[in-house]
């Protein structure tokens, strides 16, 4: 894949890590990137909450290291234009939080309490409101005097026929938003069966006349579908969701075998434990030991999958409170 720009950012290689709650801790993302992916963004964080908590209780989720990561991206969600602006004005006026290269906006998600508020996925069935939100965003970082990217990443529709939505893609595109990155389900369908290539392609087409990248994301889990994604869409760059859960070598895995170089090995058992506590040791610099090994419950036993003997060990890692607790069951001591 070729390199491409969002706006004034460049991307040497289009191959993102896909937004996902609890998944992409800053550590997380550092590591992604140094595995090769283009970029990383945050997961979600509420507009609201920034403009009126401020940065303070959301901080955990949007922490950037514009130094380890190089390019950085902040998800948002919300409903109401006003939200965006005053949460980034709010980003704007927060040291490194200001440094971030792309603002991305959350127009997918399909939990029904993130809905209820008319955010998320909601927002396909107001284009009008999706398009305002875009605006606002690009007015506000215009005026905070830094050209910062607005991305938008959405689905192909917010019920279950729907197959591809054109005019909101060219809603989107047409109220300047800088990448649309499309993930082929359909609301109703959460995580469950098949990402749609063709409703991809829909949403490909809608915006071909204007001159934006645009990503493609869903069940890319290995080289062939990753070529599959992009020969069948046509899409400019592709992003990575589950698949990379415990699983950052996919980034350098894909990254070969698409640009036609050998595929390196995969990670054997140690690598795979060791990366683990790499990850647990980025998490624990900013929480206390307590919360972070807690949280981290959830991510550990993907990175033991396959593992001989995972099975007992997540039993184990899934009640684990303390970092020697956990080197003592994957025999890292
Ligand atoms: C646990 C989990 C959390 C997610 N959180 C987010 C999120 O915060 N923002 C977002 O845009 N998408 C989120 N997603 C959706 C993914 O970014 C991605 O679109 C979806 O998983 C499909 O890609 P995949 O088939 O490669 O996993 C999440 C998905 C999962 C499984």
């Known amino acids: 894949m070729k390199s491409i720009s969002i706006g004034e950012i460049q991307i040497q290689n289009p191959v993102s890590l896909s937004p996902m709650a609890g998944i992409s801790s800053l550590p997380f993302r550092i590591i992604c990137n140094g595995m090769g992916a283009g970029y990383c963004p945050t997961e979600l964080v509420s507009a609201r909450s920034i403009r009126y908590n401020g940065v303070g209780k959301s901080l955990r989720y949007m922490r950037i290291s514009p130094e380890e990561e190089g390019i950085t991206a902040i998800q948002l969600f919300g409903s109401e234009p006003d939200d965006f602006s005053a949460a980034i004005e709010t980003i704007m006026d927060t040291p490194v939080l200001k440094e971030v290269s792309i603002i991305d906006i959350n127009m997918g998600c399909p939990v029904p309490k993130v809905i209820k508020t008319g955010s998320g996925s909601a927002l396909m069935e107001d284009p009008e409101r999706a398009a305002s939100i875009v605006r606002a965003c690009k007015r506000t970082l215009e005026g905070a005097g830094r050209p910062v990217p607005v991305t938008v990443k959405t689905r192909t529709g917010y019920n279950a026929e729907d197959c591809g939505k054109p005019d909101f893609a060219r809603a989107l595109a047409d ?127 993907y990175y033991i999958k396959g593992i001989p003997g995972s099975a007992v060990m997540k039993v184990r890692l899934v009640s684990a409170t303390k970092e020697d607790e956990i080197k003592e069951i994957l025999e890292l001591v």
């Open 175 to 301: 109220a300047g938003c800088d990448m649309l990155c499309v993930h082929g389900r359909t609301r109703p369908q959460m995580y469950h069966g098949e990402s749609s290539i063709r409703a991809i392609a829909v949403m490909r087409e809608a915006v071909r006349d204007f001159d934006i990248p645009f990503y493609a994301n869903g069940d890319i889990h290995d080289v062939e579908s990753a070529k599959r994604m992009i020969g069948q869409t046509g899409c400019d760059g592709i992003m990575i969701g589950r698949a990379a859960r415990g699983n950052p070598w996919i980034f350098e895995q894909i990254t070969s075998g698409l640009s036609g170089k050998e595929m390196p090995d995969p990670p054997d058992e140690q690598a795979r434990k060791k990366m683990l506590l790499r990850e647990l040791e980025g998490r624990l610099k900013y929480l206390p030991e307590e919360v972070a090994v807690r949280e981290f419950r959830s991510v550990m036993p």
